[in-house]
Protein backbone atom coordinates (compact mmCIF):
# COMPACT_ATOMS: atom_id res chain seq x y z
CA UNK A 1 0.00 0.00 0.00
CA UNK A 2 2.78 2.34 0.76
CA UNK A 3 3.55 2.77 -3.23
CA UNK A 4 0.30 5.16 -3.10
CA UNK A 5 2.18 7.22 -1.06
CA UNK A 6 3.84 9.31 -3.66
CA UNK A 7 0.55 10.91 -4.59
CA UNK A 8 -0.05 13.44 -1.03
CA UNK A 9 -0.25 16.39 -3.35
CA UNK A 10 -2.68 14.91 -5.73
CA UNK A 11 -4.38 13.65 -2.23
CA UNK A 12 -4.53 16.96 -0.47
CA UNK A 13 -5.36 18.64 -3.43
CA UNK A 14 -8.57 16.35 -4.27
CA UNK A 15 -9.48 16.99 -0.35
CA UNK A 16 -9.22 21.05 -1.20
CA UNK A 17 -11.22 20.45 -4.23
CA UNK A 18 -13.81 18.20 -2.12
CA UNK A 19 -14.21 20.34 0.61
CA UNK A 20 -14.61 23.74 -1.61
CA UNK A 21 -16.85 21.63 -3.87
CA UNK A 22 -19.24 21.10 -0.81
CA UNK A 23 -19.00 24.21 0.39
CA UNK A 24 -19.80 25.73 -2.95
CA UNK A 25 -23.03 23.94 -2.94
CA UNK A 26 -23.50 25.53 0.27
CA UNK A 27 -22.48 29.58 -0.99
CA UNK A 28 -25.63 28.64 -3.43
CA UNK A 29 -28.06 27.63 -1.22
CA UNK A 30 -27.07 30.50 1.03
CA UNK A 31 -27.05 32.78 -1.86
CA UNK A 32 -30.80 31.35 -2.97
CA UNK A 33 -32.06 32.38 0.71
CA UNK A 34 -30.22 35.40 1.27
CA UNK A 35 -31.98 37.17 -2.24
CA UNK A 36 -35.73 36.30 -0.59
CA UNK A 37 -34.81 37.75 2.79
CA UNK A 38 -33.17 40.92 1.62
CA UNK A 39 -35.85 41.58 -0.84
CA UNK A 40 -38.40 40.86 2.82
CA UNK A 41 -36.67 43.31 4.63
CA UNK A 42 -36.15 46.43 1.76
CA UNK A 43 -40.14 45.53 0.38
CA UNK A 44 -42.05 45.02 3.54
CA UNK A 45 -39.67 46.59 6.32
CA UNK A 46 -37.75 49.64 4.81
CA UNK A 47 -34.66 50.90 4.56
CA UNK A 48 -34.83 52.84 7.97
CA UNK A 49 -35.62 49.14 9.30
CA UNK A 50 -33.18 47.54 7.85
CA UNK A 51 -30.68 49.79 8.83
CA UNK A 52 -31.53 49.56 12.54
CA UNK A 53 -31.26 45.63 12.18
CA UNK A 54 -28.21 45.56 10.61
CA UNK A 55 -26.03 47.78 12.78
CA UNK A 56 -27.51 45.47 15.80
CA UNK A 57 -26.86 42.29 14.22
CA UNK A 58 -23.10 43.82 13.73
CA UNK A 59 -22.42 44.55 17.33
CA UNK A 60 -23.66 41.00 18.30
CA UNK A 61 -21.77 39.57 15.79
CA UNK A 62 -18.16 41.37 16.45
CA UNK A 63 -19.11 40.40 20.51
CA UNK A 64 -19.68 36.70 19.30
CA UNK A 65 -16.97 36.64 17.03
CA UNK A 66 -14.59 38.10 19.89
CA UNK A 67 -16.06 35.48 22.27
CA UNK A 68 -14.07 32.46 20.09
CA UNK A 69 -11.31 33.75 21.04
CA UNK A 70 -9.60 33.24 17.99
CA UNK A 71 -10.16 29.21 18.33
CA UNK A 72 -12.42 29.49 15.19
CA UNK A 73 -9.09 28.80 13.71
CA UNK A 74 -6.55 28.01 16.60
CA UNK A 75 -8.54 25.07 17.29
CA UNK A 76 -7.04 23.28 14.52
CA UNK A 77 -3.57 23.46 16.26
CA UNK A 78 -5.02 22.53 19.18
CA UNK A 79 -6.29 19.51 18.14
CA UNK A 80 -3.49 18.92 15.62
CA UNK A 81 -1.31 18.50 18.70
CA UNK A 82 -3.29 16.72 21.08
CA UNK A 83 -4.64 13.60 18.69
CA UNK A 84 -5.35 11.76 21.35
CA UNK A 85 -7.52 13.95 23.27
CA UNK A 86 -9.83 15.86 20.48
CA UNK A 87 -12.45 15.80 22.56
CA UNK A 88 -11.27 17.78 25.30
CA UNK A 89 -9.64 20.44 23.16
CA UNK A 90 -13.23 21.08 21.70
CA UNK A 91 -14.26 21.08 25.29
CA UNK A 92 -11.68 23.42 26.54
CA UNK A 93 -12.62 25.46 23.88
CA UNK A 94 -16.31 25.93 24.13
CA UNK A 95 -15.50 26.14 27.91
CA UNK A 96 -13.54 29.47 26.97
CA UNK A 97 -15.82 30.81 24.37
CA UNK A 98 -18.57 30.31 26.94
CA UNK A 99 -17.25 32.43 29.30
CA UNK A 100 -16.49 35.20 26.67
CA UNK A 101 -19.77 35.26 25.44
CA UNK A 102 -21.34 35.69 28.60
CA UNK A 103 -19.14 38.75 29.99
CA UNK A 104 -19.80 40.23 26.22
CA UNK A 105 -23.73 39.25 26.85
CA UNK A 106 -24.13 41.48 29.67
CA UNK A 107 -21.89 44.26 28.71
CA UNK A 108 -24.73 44.53 25.86
CA UNK A 109 -27.78 43.47 28.16
CA UNK A 110 -26.51 46.90 30.39
CA UNK A 111 -26.17 49.36 27.90
CA UNK A 112 -28.27 48.50 25.05
CA UNK A 113 -27.74 51.91 23.51
CA UNK A 114 -24.55 50.14 22.21
CA UNK A 115 -26.73 48.29 19.83
CA UNK A 116 -29.88 50.56 18.75
CA UNK A 117 -27.93 53.83 19.32
CA UNK A 118 -30.11 56.38 17.11
CA UNK A 119 -33.52 54.70 17.29
CA UNK A 120 -36.03 54.72 20.29
CA UNK A 121 -35.27 50.79 22.36
CA UNK A 122 -38.08 48.31 22.09
CA UNK A 123 -38.96 46.00 24.68
CA UNK A 124 -36.94 43.21 22.89
CA UNK A 125 -33.70 45.14 22.68
CA UNK A 126 -32.13 45.12 25.83
CA UNK A 127 -32.19 41.12 25.70
CA UNK A 128 -31.28 40.66 21.97
CA UNK A 129 -27.66 40.02 22.90
CA UNK A 130 -28.14 37.19 24.58
CA UNK A 131 -28.25 34.95 21.62
CA UNK A 132 -24.34 35.72 21.53
CA UNK A 133 -23.57 32.33 23.55
CA UNK A 134 -25.11 30.56 20.89
CA UNK A 135 -23.09 32.40 18.17
CA UNK A 136 -19.95 31.82 19.74
CA UNK A 137 -20.20 28.54 20.39
CA UNK A 138 -22.21 27.22 16.56
CA UNK A 139 -18.60 28.49 15.43
CA UNK A 140 -16.25 26.51 17.82
CA UNK A 141 -18.63 23.37 17.43
CA UNK A 142 -18.13 23.87 13.36
CA UNK A 143 -14.61 24.60 13.48
CA UNK A 144 -14.11 21.11 15.63
CA UNK A 145 -16.07 19.55 12.30
CA UNK A 146 -13.65 20.89 10.07
CA UNK A 147 -10.57 19.69 11.28
CA UNK A 148 -11.74 16.34 10.03
CA UNK A 149 -13.28 17.49 6.74
CA UNK A 150 -16.77 17.30 7.66
CA UNK A 151 -18.35 20.49 5.92
CA UNK A 152 -21.67 19.13 5.53
CA UNK A 153 -22.31 20.21 9.10
CA UNK A 154 -21.42 23.87 7.43
CA UNK A 155 -23.17 23.40 4.85
CA UNK A 156 -26.63 22.52 6.39
CA UNK A 157 -26.34 24.88 10.03
CA UNK A 158 -24.85 28.45 8.28
CA UNK A 159 -26.40 27.97 4.08
CA UNK A 160 -29.56 26.36 4.61
CA UNK A 161 -30.87 26.36 8.28
CA UNK A 162 -30.18 30.02 9.38
CA UNK A 163 -30.74 31.30 6.40
CA UNK A 164 -34.17 30.15 5.25
CA UNK A 165 -34.93 30.28 8.96
CA UNK A 166 -34.54 34.07 9.06
CA UNK A 167 -36.27 34.67 5.47
CA UNK A 168 -39.24 32.19 6.64
CA UNK A 169 -39.94 33.88 9.92
CA UNK A 170 -39.47 37.84 8.53
CA UNK A 171 -42.01 37.01 6.24
CA UNK A 172 -44.58 35.62 8.99
CA UNK A 173 -43.57 38.13 11.02
CA UNK A 174 -44.06 40.90 8.70
CA UNK A 175 -48.19 40.26 9.11
CA UNK A 176 -47.81 40.66 13.00
CA UNK A 177 -48.26 42.62 15.64
CA UNK A 178 -44.64 41.84 16.05
CA UNK A 179 -43.46 43.39 13.00
CA UNK A 180 -41.41 46.05 14.28
CA UNK A 181 -39.20 43.86 15.91
CA UNK A 182 -39.96 40.94 13.41
CA UNK A 183 -36.30 41.02 11.70
CA UNK A 184 -34.29 40.99 15.36
CA UNK A 185 -36.49 37.81 16.18
CA UNK A 186 -36.30 35.91 13.15
CA UNK A 187 -31.94 36.89 13.61
CA UNK A 188 -33.03 35.26 17.36
CA UNK A 189 -34.41 32.01 15.81
CA UNK A 190 -32.01 31.50 13.01
CA UNK A 191 -28.76 31.68 15.03
CA UNK A 192 -30.79 29.53 17.43
CA UNK A 193 -31.34 26.76 14.48
CA UNK A 194 -27.89 27.26 13.23
CA UNK A 195 -26.78 26.55 16.79
CA UNK A 196 -28.49 23.58 17.34
CA UNK A 197 -27.39 22.42 13.82
CA UNK A 198 -23.64 22.78 14.78
CA UNK A 199 -23.70 21.00 17.94
CA UNK A 200 -25.26 17.87 17.83
CA UNK A 201 -23.49 16.59 14.83
CA UNK A 202 -19.98 17.80 17.08
CA UNK A 203 -20.89 16.12 20.15
CA UNK A 204 -22.54 12.57 18.14
CA UNK A 205 -18.38 12.72 16.29
CA UNK A 206 -16.42 13.52 19.84
CA UNK A 207 -18.68 11.88 22.16
CA UNK A 208 -18.16 13.36 25.81
CA UNK A 209 -14.12 13.65 26.73
CA UNK A 210 -12.57 11.11 29.21
CA UNK A 211 -11.63 12.26 32.19
CA UNK A 212 -12.05 15.72 31.74
CA UNK A 213 -12.78 18.80 33.62
CA UNK A 214 -12.17 21.96 32.59
CA UNK A 215 -9.07 23.25 34.36
CA UNK A 216 -8.83 27.09 34.30
CA UNK A 217 -4.66 27.20 33.82
CA UNK A 218 -4.73 24.55 30.59
CA UNK A 219 -7.98 26.89 29.37
CA UNK A 220 -5.57 29.96 29.97
CA UNK A 221 -2.87 29.09 28.19
CA UNK A 222 -5.34 27.85 25.03
CA UNK A 223 -6.54 31.71 25.44
CA UNK A 224 -2.96 33.12 25.67
CA UNK A 225 -1.51 30.93 22.34
CA UNK A 226 -4.83 32.10 20.24
CA UNK A 227 -4.71 35.60 21.14
CA UNK A 228 -3.18 36.68 17.71
CA UNK A 229 -5.65 34.94 16.01
CA UNK A 230 -8.07 36.77 17.87
CA UNK A 231 -6.60 40.08 16.72
CA UNK A 232 -6.63 39.13 13.65
CA UNK A 233 -10.34 38.60 13.32
CA UNK A 234 -11.23 41.79 15.48
CA UNK A 235 -9.15 43.19 12.59
CA UNK A 236 -10.57 41.43 9.59
CA UNK A 237 -14.01 42.40 11.38
CA UNK A 238 -13.08 45.80 10.81
CA UNK A 239 -12.31 45.41 7.71
CA UNK A 240 -16.03 44.11 7.14
CA UNK A 241 -18.18 46.11 9.31
CA UNK A 242 -16.19 49.35 10.21
CA UNK A 243 -17.69 50.81 7.18
CA UNK A 244 -21.15 50.43 8.36
CA UNK A 245 -20.30 51.54 12.43
CA UNK A 246 -19.33 54.59 10.67
CA UNK A 247 -21.88 55.27 8.71
CA UNK A 248 -24.65 54.40 11.66
CA UNK A 249 -22.38 57.18 13.53
CA UNK A 250 -22.75 60.08 10.75
CA UNK A 251 -25.41 58.81 8.68
CA UNK A 252 -29.44 57.87 8.51
CA UNK A 253 -30.74 54.57 9.74
CA UNK A 254 -31.97 54.61 5.72
CA UNK A 255 -28.16 55.37 3.97
CA UNK A 256 -27.29 52.38 6.44
CA UNK A 257 -29.90 50.31 5.26
CA UNK A 258 -29.17 51.06 1.67
CA UNK A 259 -25.51 50.53 2.32
CA UNK A 260 -26.41 46.95 3.70
CA UNK A 261 -28.12 45.92 0.72
CA UNK A 262 -25.31 46.52 -1.29
CA UNK A 263 -23.20 44.92 1.07
CA UNK A 264 -24.97 41.58 1.66
CA UNK A 265 -24.58 41.09 -2.46
CA UNK A 266 -21.29 42.10 -2.66
CA UNK A 267 -20.46 39.94 0.03
CA UNK A 268 -21.53 37.08 -1.50
CA UNK A 269 -18.43 36.47 -3.65
CA UNK A 270 -16.25 36.78 -0.39
CA UNK A 271 -18.20 33.91 0.83
CA UNK A 272 -16.63 31.71 -2.06
CA UNK A 273 -13.13 32.36 0.05
CA UNK A 274 -14.39 31.18 2.74
CA UNK A 275 -16.10 27.98 2.10
CA UNK A 276 -12.31 27.06 1.83
CA UNK A 277 -11.33 27.61 5.20
CA UNK A 278 -12.89 24.85 6.99
CA UNK A 279 -10.42 22.12 4.58
CA UNK A 280 -7.54 24.51 4.09
CA UNK A 281 -6.79 25.42 7.61
CA UNK A 282 -6.30 21.42 8.32
CA UNK A 283 -4.28 20.80 5.24
CA UNK A 284 -2.12 23.68 5.53
CA UNK A 285 -1.56 23.19 9.63
CA UNK A 286 -1.02 19.52 8.28
CA UNK A 287 2.03 20.92 6.09
CA UNK A 288 3.92 23.29 8.23
CA UNK A 289 3.64 20.44 10.96
CA UNK A 290 5.77 18.79 8.45
CA UNK A 291 7.71 21.65 7.38
CA UNK A 292 6.21 20.76 3.75
CA UNK A 293 6.71 24.73 2.58
CA UNK A 294 6.78 24.43 -0.90
CA UNK A 295 3.46 22.32 -0.80
CA UNK A 296 1.54 25.00 1.61
CA UNK A 297 2.70 27.76 -0.87
CA UNK A 298 1.27 25.24 -4.06
CA UNK A 299 -2.26 24.77 -1.91
CA UNK A 300 -2.41 29.05 -1.28
CA UNK A 301 -1.81 29.46 -4.92
CA UNK A 302 -4.37 27.04 -6.70
CA UNK A 303 -6.58 28.21 -3.53
CA UNK A 304 -6.23 31.80 -4.90
CA UNK A 305 -6.84 31.05 -8.54
CA UNK A 306 -9.94 29.04 -7.52
CA UNK A 307 -11.34 32.03 -5.70
CA UNK A 308 -10.14 34.90 -8.03
CA UNK A 309 -11.31 32.99 -11.28
CA UNK A 310 -15.08 32.28 -9.75
CA UNK A 311 -15.51 35.35 -8.16
CA UNK A 312 -14.34 37.57 -11.40
CA UNK A 313 -17.15 36.18 -12.70
CA UNK A 314 -19.80 37.04 -10.01
CA UNK A 315 -18.62 40.59 -9.86
CA UNK A 316 -18.72 41.53 -13.39
CA UNK A 317 -22.50 39.51 -13.55
CA UNK A 318 -23.13 41.52 -10.64
CA UNK A 319 -21.63 45.07 -11.64
CA UNK A 320 -22.74 45.19 -14.74
CA UNK A 321 -26.91 44.66 -13.57
CA UNK A 322 -26.09 46.88 -10.21
CA UNK A 323 -28.58 49.09 -10.63
CA UNK A 324 -31.10 46.88 -11.49
CA UNK A 325 -30.11 43.92 -8.94
CA UNK A 326 -30.60 47.13 -5.84
CA UNK A 327 -33.88 48.25 -7.63
CA UNK A 328 -34.99 44.99 -7.03
CA UNK A 329 -35.78 45.73 -3.23
CA UNK A 330 -37.13 49.01 -3.05
CA UNK A 331 -37.08 52.49 -5.34
CA UNK A 332 -34.69 54.00 -2.69
CA UNK A 333 -32.35 51.05 -3.40
CA UNK A 334 -31.88 51.44 -6.92
CA UNK A 335 -29.51 54.59 -6.04
CA UNK A 336 -27.19 52.69 -4.32
CA UNK A 337 -25.34 51.35 -7.43
CA UNK A 338 -21.97 52.80 -7.02
CA UNK A 339 -22.13 51.39 -3.20
CA UNK A 340 -22.06 48.30 -4.99
CA UNK A 341 -19.83 48.86 -7.80
CA UNK A 342 -16.86 50.01 -5.34
CA UNK A 343 -17.52 46.79 -2.70
CA UNK A 344 -17.45 44.43 -5.70
CA UNK A 345 -14.57 45.45 -6.37
CA UNK A 346 -13.36 45.45 -2.63
CA UNK A 347 -14.15 41.66 -3.03
CA UNK A 348 -11.37 41.21 -5.88
CA UNK A 349 -8.84 42.94 -3.71
CA UNK A 350 -9.63 41.23 -0.60
CA UNK A 351 -9.34 37.83 -2.08
CA UNK A 352 -5.75 37.11 -2.46
CA UNK A 353 -4.81 39.09 1.06
CA UNK A 354 -7.51 36.74 3.08
CA UNK A 355 -6.32 33.51 1.28
CA UNK A 356 -2.98 34.18 2.22
CA UNK A 357 -3.99 34.95 5.82
CA UNK A 358 -4.56 31.54 6.14
CA UNK A 359 -0.96 30.35 5.88
CA UNK A 360 0.13 33.55 7.99
CA UNK A 361 -2.15 33.12 10.73
CA UNK A 362 1.03 30.06 11.67
CA UNK A 363 4.16 31.32 9.87
CA UNK A 364 3.73 34.86 10.74
CA UNK A 365 1.10 35.93 13.24
CA UNK A 366 2.52 39.05 14.80
CA UNK A 367 3.04 40.65 11.12
CA UNK A 368 -0.11 39.30 9.99
CA UNK A 369 -1.86 41.10 12.84
CA UNK A 370 0.83 43.99 12.59
CA UNK A 371 -0.71 44.62 8.45
CA UNK A 372 -4.54 43.96 9.75
CA UNK A 373 -4.41 46.79 11.71
CA UNK A 374 -2.08 48.96 9.59
CA UNK A 375 -5.25 48.42 6.68
CA UNK A 376 -8.00 48.90 9.68
CA UNK A 377 -6.45 52.63 9.93
CA UNK A 378 -6.01 53.45 6.88
CA UNK A 379 -9.68 52.13 6.14
CA UNK A 380 -10.85 54.62 9.67
CA UNK A 381 -8.88 57.28 8.46
CA UNK A 382 -10.17 57.54 4.98
CA UNK A 383 -13.43 56.85 5.99
CA UNK A 384 -13.56 59.28 8.55
CA UNK A 385 -12.47 62.13 6.24
CA UNK A 386 -14.80 60.53 2.72
CA UNK A 387 -18.00 59.66 4.85
CA UNK A 388 -18.67 63.00 6.02
CA UNK A 389 -17.70 64.92 3.05
CA UNK A 390 -19.59 68.01 2.02
CA UNK A 391 -20.43 70.14 -0.52
CA UNK A 392 -20.32 69.01 -4.84
CA UNK A 393 -17.42 66.90 -3.78
CA UNK A 394 -19.29 64.87 -0.99
CA UNK A 395 -22.65 64.86 -2.90
CA UNK A 396 -20.42 62.23 -5.49
CA UNK A 397 -18.18 60.28 -3.05
CA UNK A 398 -19.28 60.50 0.47
CA UNK A 399 -21.41 59.10 2.61
CA UNK A 400 -21.77 55.08 1.27
CA UNK A 401 -19.76 55.32 -1.64
CA UNK A 402 -16.75 57.25 0.55
CA UNK A 403 -17.34 54.08 3.35
CA UNK A 404 -16.92 51.66 0.21
CA UNK A 405 -14.28 53.47 -1.86
CA UNK A 406 -11.87 53.47 1.79
CA UNK A 407 -12.83 49.96 2.68
CA UNK A 408 -11.43 49.09 -1.84
CA UNK A 409 -8.24 50.92 -0.55
CA UNK A 410 -7.04 48.75 2.51
CA UNK A 411 -8.08 45.76 0.45
CA UNK A 412 -5.96 46.29 -1.53
CA UNK A 413 -3.09 47.46 0.31
CA UNK A 414 -3.50 44.45 2.53
CA UNK A 415 -3.55 41.74 -0.35
CA UNK A 416 -0.41 43.55 -2.07
CA UNK A 417 1.60 43.49 1.63
CA UNK A 418 -0.06 40.20 3.00
CA UNK A 419 1.14 38.50 -0.31
CA UNK A 420 4.29 39.60 -0.27
CA UNK A 421 4.94 38.58 3.29
CA UNK A 422 3.88 34.85 2.82
CA UNK A 423 5.75 34.61 0.07
CA UNK A 424 8.80 35.75 1.75
CA UNK A 425 8.18 33.20 4.82
CA UNK A 426 7.40 30.05 2.35
CA UNK A 427 10.00 31.28 -0.25
CA UNK A 428 7.90 30.35 -2.70
CA UNK A 429 4.98 32.13 -4.79
CA UNK A 430 2.00 32.54 -3.60
CA UNK A 431 -0.37 34.92 -5.99
CA UNK A 432 -3.08 33.31 -7.60
CA UNK A 433 -3.89 35.41 -10.52
CA UNK A 434 -3.49 35.06 -14.04
CA UNK A 435 -2.93 36.48 -17.39
CA UNK A 436 -6.41 33.89 -18.58
CA UNK A 437 -8.89 35.26 -16.27
CA UNK A 438 -8.20 39.19 -17.86
CA UNK A 439 -8.66 36.82 -21.14
CA UNK A 440 -12.15 35.83 -20.00
CA UNK A 441 -13.00 38.76 -18.53
CA UNK A 442 -12.65 41.35 -21.21
CA UNK A 443 -15.46 39.96 -23.69
CA UNK A 444 -17.82 39.65 -20.91
CA UNK A 445 -17.60 43.23 -20.16
CA UNK A 446 -18.38 44.22 -24.00
CA UNK A 447 -21.13 41.79 -23.78
CA UNK A 448 -22.52 43.59 -20.60
CA UNK A 449 -22.83 47.00 -22.93
CA UNK A 450 -25.21 45.24 -24.77
CA UNK A 451 -27.19 43.57 -21.78
CA UNK A 452 -27.26 47.10 -20.38
CA UNK A 453 -29.38 48.16 -23.41
CA UNK A 454 -32.09 45.72 -22.60
CA UNK A 455 -35.11 46.51 -20.16
CA UNK A 456 -34.49 45.48 -16.09
CA UNK A 457 -36.44 42.62 -16.27
CA UNK A 458 -34.30 41.06 -19.40
CA UNK A 459 -31.12 41.95 -17.54
CA UNK A 460 -31.74 40.27 -14.12
CA UNK A 461 -32.37 37.16 -15.98
CA UNK A 462 -31.52 35.96 -19.62
CA UNK A 463 -28.93 38.88 -19.10
CA UNK A 464 -27.48 38.31 -15.77
CA UNK A 465 -27.59 34.14 -16.40
CA UNK A 466 -25.92 34.78 -19.99
CA UNK A 467 -22.86 36.79 -18.62
CA UNK A 468 -22.63 34.24 -16.28
CA UNK A 469 -22.46 31.28 -18.37
CA UNK A 470 -20.39 32.80 -21.36
CA UNK A 471 -17.84 33.42 -18.27
CA UNK A 472 -17.90 29.90 -17.13
CA UNK A 473 -17.44 28.62 -20.87
CA UNK A 474 -14.50 31.40 -21.42
CA UNK A 475 -12.91 30.14 -17.83
CA UNK A 476 -13.04 26.59 -18.72
CA UNK A 477 -11.82 26.45 -21.91
CA UNK A 478 -8.99 29.08 -21.99
CA UNK A 479 -7.84 29.52 -18.03
CA UNK A 480 -8.81 26.15 -16.21
CA UNK A 481 -5.93 23.63 -16.90
CA UNK A 482 -4.86 20.16 -14.92
CA UNK A 483 -6.32 20.07 -11.35
CA UNK A 484 -8.07 23.22 -11.66
CA UNK A 485 -10.63 21.71 -12.91
CA UNK A 486 -10.96 19.43 -10.14
CA UNK A 487 -13.38 21.99 -8.34
CA UNK A 488 -15.93 21.49 -10.81
CA UNK A 489 -15.19 17.93 -12.34
CA UNK A 490 -18.01 15.03 -12.22
CA UNK A 491 -17.14 11.97 -11.92
CA UNK A 492 -14.37 12.16 -9.59
CA UNK A 493 -15.50 9.90 -7.06
CA UNK A 494 -13.34 7.17 -7.07
CA UNK A 495 -10.24 9.65 -7.57
CA UNK A 496 -11.88 11.32 -4.09
CA UNK A 497 -11.67 7.96 -2.16
CA UNK A 498 -8.55 7.68 -3.26
CA UNK A 499 -7.42 10.64 -1.99
CA UNK A 500 -8.89 10.39 1.12
CA UNK A 501 -7.30 7.13 1.81
CA UNK A 502 -3.95 8.58 0.83
CA UNK A 503 -4.58 11.48 3.62
CA UNK A 504 -5.30 9.32 6.19
CA UNK A 505 -2.88 6.81 5.19
CA UNK A 506 -0.28 9.50 5.74
CA UNK A 507 -1.93 11.09 8.85
CA UNK A 508 -1.10 7.86 10.72
CA UNK A 509 2.16 7.26 10.17
CA UNK A 510 4.92 8.33 12.65
CA UNK A 511 6.00 11.93 12.39
CA UNK A 512 3.18 12.54 10.30
CA UNK A 513 2.26 15.41 12.77
CA UNK A 514 5.59 15.98 15.02
CA UNK A 515 4.44 18.94 16.28
CA UNK A 516 2.62 21.70 16.14
CA UNK A 517 2.66 24.30 13.04
CA UNK A 518 5.59 26.41 12.67
CA UNK A 519 4.50 29.90 14.64
CA UNK A 520 8.04 31.52 13.65
CA UNK A 521 6.66 34.78 14.22
CA UNK A 522 4.39 33.76 17.02
Same mark, same amino acid.
Given at each position: ????????????????????????????????????????????????????????????????????????????????????????????????????????????????????????????????????????????????????????????????????????????????????????? &??? @????? /? $??????? *???? +? #? !????????????????????????????????????????????????????????????????????????????????????????????????????? &??? @????? /? $??????? *???? +? #? !???????????????????????????????????????????????????????????????????????????????????????????????????????? @????? /???????????????????????????????????????????????????????????????????????????????????
Amino acid at each position: MLDRLPSPDAAETAALAKGGRTSFFGYLLRLAARFPFLFIAGRLYGAEALGRFAYATMIVELAAMLATLGLKRGLAEDMARRPDAEAAALFDALSAALVASLLGAAVLVAFPELLFPSTQLQPLDRWFALIIPFIALADIALASLAFHHDIGAQVRARSIIEPWVLSIAALALAFTAWKPDGMLI &AYL @LSMLA /A $FVAALLP *ALRR +F #G !PPRHWWPEPARIWRLIRTNVPLAGADLAEWGARRLDIFILGRFASAEIVGIYYVAQQIASLPQRLKSSFDPILGPVLARNLAANNLAKVAAHIRQISFWVA &AVQ @LGVVL /A $FGLVGKA *AMGL +F #G !PAFAGGVLVLVALLTVELFAAQAAVAEGALIYVARGRNLMWSVTGLIVQAGLSLWLVPMEGPLGAMIGGGVGAALALAIAALLQSVAKSRLLQKQLGHPVAGWR @LSLLV /AALPILGLGMVVLRTPEPIQLTIGFFGLLGSYGFLIWRFAFKGADRLLFSRGLKKMEEDAAADLALVSSLPGALPGAPNTRDS
